[in-house]
């Protein structure tokens, strides 16, 4: 594979990068084991690891509706509590 970027083609493999995914209309920011380009630091994702990049985009879309559940009892609990 070739960067995007710089052309470079050695890259290095790193357990948790950070990239930015739209999953089911959201914008999150997946954490999954990706490579680096070694000269200019580019992110991107193998073909190999796009099965993981699913994976962990669809655990990170469950923990966003699951966190987003708890704001929204919150925010009415403190309504009642008026
Ligand atoms: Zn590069």
């Known amino acids: 594979m070739i ?4 052309n470079n083609k050695t890259f290095y ?3 948790e990068a950070r990239i930015d995914q739209e ?3 959201l914008c999150l920011t997946v954490i ?5 380009c070694k000269n200019c630091g580019f992110i ?3 073909n190999n690891q796009l099965d ?3 994976k962990n985009a669809k655990k990170t879309y469950q923990n966003f509706l699951k966190k987003k559940n708890k704001e ?3 925010s009415h609990k403190n ?4």
């Open 23 to 25: 999953y089911k209309g």
């Open 32 to 36: 999954t084991p990706g490579v680096v």
């Open 13 to 15: 493999t790193i357990p």
């Open 72 to 74: 929204f009892v919150l």
């Open 52 to 54: 993981s990049l699913v």
């Open 44 to 46: 991107c994702i193998k």
């Open 79 to 82: 309504i009642y509590n008026m």
């Open 3 to 6: 960067c995007l970027r710089c």
